[in-house]
């Protein structure tokens, strides 16, 4: 006997994004989105410009504002430089991982929170970890969903999710991506695909993967920077210089970012910070906000609540 | 939460009768949904004395949110040890017909180590009033492969039951020392009651010991063919310390892999710096990862 998820995300009720608003960042119009008043949750979501076949957007988190707010938190997710509605990057130089960073932190900045609990997935993870390492005072708590960018052992993307079979750009080709990095093909819905679609029919979007992949800013400046500073990152959490409460969750049927990728970075941020955690959830490929909300949700709740008042 | 005092909840301690024999529970309040807590240890063979008083200050922190129930398995504590036989299905049969005595109809189990093979056990029968389990530092439970002996626990100093040689076995178990002081005294008490005594002298009788361990490697076999078939019919999560000199991270991984084949909601814990009670190392860290997989399920 299987009893079935309490709130699959195929059935469950889908909230709806709350209103979108703008805020300038450092002279980079920035699209972000909120719910709910309390210490501020910043969720950032995986992925980077220019790629053809995908686009994370600040929607990728619509399961999970809602309930935070409700949970007493201010949910706030952006959409990261050069993605989603934000602004792209204004120089070839600046098409890097640290340009991404350093638009984050300014977000947080031009928004005046206090420190955040960071949520950050995938590359986004890596982004969160990045931030909390370059600007301490910003960050409460960090969480890390998923995240093979920042593991140091292989991710596996680039060979589960090499080619799709279709059309490059087409919508069937975005599906194939999305079910692929998922446990339950079945919660890549056509509201998640019409999100990712709308983004990638964007004008200043098409310019990004014009950028990357036409003009090869990809391999000529984006993943030899990302390779160099990972390096640099990496030196940082053996060092011990996270120093903020820590949370890794992990699907666990991830084939992009597999377990183990999960355990090793928890090993190396576990030596240093005594309240680090690892939580894994089953029946859950790369997306577990998304596979089960709920779930994902109580712990970021709970994991928040361990945090003494300031 | 968020820093919001304890409140000192008081936790009363009831004895029932179950088929002729004292069971004894320590529960806050009547209710008939609870989490219930289910110790560990080989009855009058582990060299600390477990029972209800083993969860220590957890149990009022999860009194602030619900009704809390917490027993002593037969041997341990104030419940009577059996006539027959000591097994793993003792311990199973036990839980439930506490749970049924004190009209328990829905509950939470949290189990540690020896009770947590019994709690997937019990869960596998479908009683009806179980809603999810957790598992807890249970090596019991845990694939050993050919392993390697474990001699965490192998040269208790003498007497057993002392307060030297519980507070010996207590420190080894965890990661920091400092709670053990706060448990001693119920663990010492416990091993000068009836049933500890009793189990014990069943235990040094010839093979009792051994008749215990085959019946614990079994149970085993018994939840890895269920795991395989049906599947532990509940959700069910795996909550590990990272130090527990008992158990590796990797047995608590394989057991999670176990369960996570047929029971669609799993998870897997790891609580940093905890040995093998982290609902002592690490009390507020093991609350909040209980009660999360508890949220989920409203």
């Not at chain 2, 809603?131 to 965490?152: F, H, K, L, Q, R």
């Amino acid at each position: 006997m299987r009893e079935p998820d309490p709130l699959p995300a195929s059935a469950a009720p889908r909230p709806a994004m709350p209103k979108g608003r703008w805020v300038d960042v450092a002279g980079v119009r920035t699209r972000y989105f909120e719910a709910g008043t309390g210490q501020p949750v910043v969720f950032i979501y995986g992925g980077n410009f220019g790629m053809a076949d995908g686009a994370s957007s600040a929607y990728t988190w619509n399961l999970n504002l809602q309930p935070l707010a409700d949970a007493g938190y201010r949910a706030i997710a952006f959409d990261k430089l050069g993605q989603g509605e934000t602004g792209n990057p204004a120089r070839d130089q600046d098409y890097t991982m640290q340009a991404v960073v350093d638009h984050a932190a300014a977000f947080l900045r031009a928004l005046d929170l206090p420190p955040a609990h960071l949520v950050g997935h995938s590359r986004g993870g890596y982004a969160a970890t990045r931030l909390t390492l370059q600007h301490h005072d910003a960050v409460r708590t960090l969480t890390i969903v998923n995240s093979g960018t920042l593991s140091p052992g292989v991710g596996t993307n680039e060979v589960v999710l090499c080619n799709p079979p279709h059309p490059r750009g087409s919508r069937e080709a975005v599906r194939w991506v999305y079910e692929n990095y998922s446990h339950d093909p079945g919660v890549v819905t056509e509201e998640w695909i019409d999100a990712v679609m709308g983004i990638l029919s964007l004008d200043k979007y098409r310019h990004t993967v014009q950028k990357m992949a036409g003009e090869g800013l990809a391999e000529r400046v984006f993943l030899p920077e990302l390779a160099q500073q990972k390096g640099q990152t990496l030196r940082w959490l053996d060092e011990g210089r996270l120093q903020r409460p820590v949370q890794i969750v992990w699907g666990y049927n991830d084939r992009t970012a597999v377990l183990e990728r999960g355990m090793e970075l928890f090993r190396m941020v576990a030596r240093h910070q005594h309240d680090a955690q690892f939580h894994v959830i089953n029946e859950s490929g790369h997306f577990p906000f998304r596979e089960h909300p709920a779930q994902f949700n109580a712990l970021l709740a709970r994991f928040f609540a361990l945090q003494p008042a300031q | 939460m968020n820093g919001a005092s304890v409140t000192a909840l008081a936790l009363h301690s009831h004895t029932l009768n179950i088929n002729g024999r004292a069971a004894r529970i320590l529960r806050d309040r009547e209710s008939d949904s609870a989490t219930v807590f289910v110790h560990g240890g080989a009855p009058g063979i582990t060299p600390y004395s477990s029972g209800a008083h083993i969860w220590g200050p957890a149990l009022a922190r999860f009194a602030e949110d619900g009704a809390v129930l917490a027993l002593d398995l037969p041997g341990f504590g104030a419940s009577d040890a059996p006539d027959g036989p000591y097994t793993i299905d003792t311990m199973a049969d036990h839980v439930d017909a506490v749970l049924r005595a004190a009209g328990v109809r829905r509950c939470h189990l949290v189990a540690h180590d020896t009770g947590g093979l019994a709690a997937l056990l019990l869960a596998c029968r479908q009683p009806g009033y179980i809603d999810a389990v957790s598992i807890v530092s249970s090596v019991a439970a845990a694939p050993t492969g050919d392993g390697v002996e474990n001699t965490a626990l192998a040269y208790p100093p003498q007497p057993l039951g002392s307060r030297e040689s519980q507070r010996w076995a207590l420190e080894r178990l965890s990661y920091s020392p400092h709670h053990v002081r706060d448990v001693l005294d119920d663990c010492v008490r416990a091993a000068q009651q009836a049933p500890h005594l009793a189990a014990a002298a069943r235990m040094a009788e010839p093979g009792a010991a051994q008749a215990w361990t085959t019946s614990v490697a079994r149970a085993k076999a018994r939840l890895f063919e269920l795991c395989r078939g049906p599947g532990v019919p509940v959700p069910v999560q795996v909550a590990w310390g990272t130090h527990d000199p008992t158990g590796t991270i990797d047995q608590g991984l394989w057991l999670y892999r176990i369960l996570a084949q047929r029971q669609p909601i799993a998870h897997f814990h790891l609580i940093n710096r905890a040995g093998a009670l982290p609902f002592r190392d690490q009390p507020e860290v093991f609350h909040s990862i209980i009660s999360a997989f508890s949220d989920a399920m409203r």
